[in-house]
């Protein structure tokens, strides 16, 4: 490596406190001087900064791990094809990157400083650059999709069947990020909902965002025949469908989808059994049940605990319960483990499982976004500070 890792960490550490504003002066510098670059972004820039230090902060993250590194950056360099990111954008990102580390660095920024970062968006630019050339040439850089079923399935949860225009090849446990013409170059993230099927369909879940302004147009507006864009799938939270170790999956809300596809394949493969903690905000918010239903009828190997609030429940005895639930499981360790919902829920379940002697490198689940406003992270006990009953399903009492 021709840079050192220490001195990236020691740069970023300096600007993290003030990363609005950093990534505000980073993109009036990109358009102010590359004009050209503003169309490839939505009107809307106020995620998109979010996202710049993010991702920056995951490259820096995994310096120090280069084969996750390498699976990172190629999947980025993909996926950026369909924004229609060519390799000339890529050092006008690296000039206006460095410009906006040096202005917020102030007298901290040396020559040493500026010298690791540029070499790292040397390697870094180029990794990417390479995977988008490396992509074979029949390959789309997006797909255009029909929407040819919608499903309320919650005040705020809409499913999406999508029919992509051509073969859409993805594996069980990844996601895809989309964008409508309702949202003009507006891509968010959703996981697929079902293992691949015949037809070619792939059903997506969308929980309606505050001010969102494509999971709004998702959940009450699109309706059958609209056109959608699909990203490549993406998501390394996949499973060895040679392993003969039991599923032990958590899912919250709508991470539903990605266990609800894994599950569908293990029902479809028969070679090993496995238990689901499906938590929810209410009992009404469990918005899948009939798919649930139908799977532990199916699927003779699985087993569902269904995790839900009570109101005006004692926040101490919440966190017990749901601890006591996860507990309950029983034989944690040597099970294939995959955890799935809103993003303080994996790192939270994740800790909880270790310690119930769940081993560390089965336990899979997407990368949690990186933030930077928040004073502390959560902790495994306030993510389950409203979480209490927890309910045994079995194929009777679903029946």
Same mark, same amino acid.
């Given at each position: 490596?021709?840079?050192?890792?220490?001195?990236?960490?020691?740069?970023?550490?300096?600007?993290?406190?003030?990363?609005?504003?950093?990534?505000?002066?980073?993109?009036?510098?990109?358009?102010?001087?590359?004009?050209?670059?503003?169309?490839?972004?939505?009107?809307?820039?106020?995620?998109?900064?979010?996202?710049?230090?993010?991702?920056?902060?995951?490259?820096?993250?995994?310096?120090?791990?280069?084969?996750?590194?390498?699976?990172?950056?190629?999947?980025?360099?993909?996926?950026?094809?369909?924004?229609?990111?060519?390799?000339?954008?890529?050092?006008?990102?690296?000039?206006?990157?460095?410009?906006?580390?040096?202005?917020?660095?102030?007298?901290?920024?040396?020559?040493?400083?500026?010298?690791?970062?540029?070499?790292?968006?040397?390697?870094?630019?180029?990794?990417?650059?390479?995977?988008?050339?490396?992509?074979?040439?029949?390959?789309?850089?997006?797909?255009?999709?029909?929407?040819?079923?919608?499903?309320?399935?919650?005040?705020?949860?809409?499913?999406?069947?999508?029919?992509?225009?051509?073969?859409?090849?993805?594996?069980?446990?990844?996601?895809?990020?989309?964008?409508?013409?309702?949202?003009?170059?507006?891509?968010?993230?959703?996981?697929?909902?079902?293992?691949?099927?015949?037809?070619?369909?792939?059903?997506?879940?969308?929980?309606?965002?505050?001010?969102?302004?494509?999971?709004?147009?998702?959940?009450?507006?699109?309706?059958?025949?609209?056109?959608?864009?699909?990203?490549?799938?993406?998501?390394?939270?996949?499973?060895?469908?040679?392993?003969?170790?039991?599923?032990?999956?958590?899912?919250?809300?709508?991470?539903? =989808?990605? &266990?609800?596809? !894994?599950? +569908?394949? $293990? %029902? #479809?493969? @028969?070679?090993? /059994?496995?238990?689901?903690? *499906?938590?929810?905000?209410?009992?009404?918010?469990?918005?899948?049940?009939?798919?649930?239903?139908?799977?532990?009828?199916?699927?003779?190997?699985?087993?569902?605990?269904?995790?839900?609030?009570?109101?005006?429940?004692?926040?101490? =005895?919440? &966190?017990?319960? !749901?601890? +006591?639930? $996860? %507990? #309950?499981? @029983?034989?944690? /360790?040597?099970?294939?483990? *995959?955890?799935?919902?809103?993003?303080?829920?994996?790192?939270?379940?994740?800790?909880?499982?270790?310690?119930?002697?769940?081993?560390?490198?089965?336990?899979?689940?997407?990368?949690?976004?990186?933030?930077?406003?928040?004073?502390?992270?959560?902790?495994?006990?306030?993510?389950?500070?409203?979480? #209490?009953?927890?309910?045994?399903?079995?194929?009777?009492? *679903?029946?």
């Amino acid at each position: 490596m021709p840079f050192d890792p220490a001195v990236l960490r020691a740069g970023l550490a300096v600007v993290e406190r003030r990363a609005d504003q950093l990534t505000a002066y980073f993109y009036a510098h990109l358009f102010t001087h590359n004009p050209g670059v503003r169309d490839l972004f939505p009107e809307r820039m106020d995620e998109q900064r979010d996202r710049l230090l993010a991702a920056i902060t995951r490259v820096v993250q995994c310096l120090d791990d280069p084969e996750r590194l390498t699976g990172y950056l190629a999947a980025l360099g993909r996926d950026h094809r369909k924004f229609g990111a060519l390799p000339e954008h890529y050092p006008a990102v690296g000039a206006s990157l460095i410009a906006s580390l040096k202005h917020f660095c102030g007298h901290t920024w040396t020559k040493e400083h500026e010298k690791a970062w540029t070499e790292a968006w040397t390697v870094v630019s180029q990794a990417m650059i390479d995977a988008a050339a490396a992509v074979p040439a029949d390959r789309p850089a997006w797909w255009q999709a029909e929407v040819v079923h919608r499903r309320r399935a919650a005040p705020d949860v809409a499913v999406l069947t999508l029919a992509p225009d051509h073969p859409y090849p993805f594996t069980p446990g990844q996601y895809l990020t989309l964008c409508s013409p309702r949202a003009p170059r507006v891509w968010r993230p959703y996981s697929i909902g079902c293992a691949p099927r015949a037809d070619g369909t792939l059903d997506v879940h969308v929980r309606r965002v505050p001010e969102g302004l494509l999971s709004t147009a998702l959940v009450d507006d699109v309706v059958p025949g609209e056109q959608l864009r699909l990203g490549p799938p993406l998501g390394g939270a996949v499973l060895d469908r040679t392993s003969p170790r039991p599923l032990l999956a958590v899912a919250g809300g709508t991470g539903w =989808a990605q &266990v609800k596809a !894994v599950v +569908e394949q $293990l %029902a #479809r493969d @028969g070679t090993r /059994p496995a238990t689901v903690l *499906l938590c929810a905000r209410s009992d009404a918010d469990h918005y899948d049940l009939a798919a649930v239903r139908e799977l532990v009828d199916r699927y003779v190997r699985l087993e569902v605990v269904l995790a839900a609030p009570e109101d005006r429940a004692d926040r101490a =005895a919440a &966190v017990a319960l !749901v601890h +006591e639930g $996860l %507990a #309950r499981l @029983g034989g944690v /360790p040597g099970r294939d483990v *995959l955890l799935s919902g809103p993003p303080d829920l994996a790192p939270a379940v994740a800790a909880r499982l270790i310690g119930l002697g769940a081993d560390p490198e089965l336990v899979r689940h997407d990368p949690v976004p990186a933030t930077f406003n928040r004073s502390r992270p959560l902790t495994a006990s306030d993510w389950f500070l409203e979480r #209490r009953d927890v309910a045994w399903i079995n194929r009777t009492e *679903l029946a």
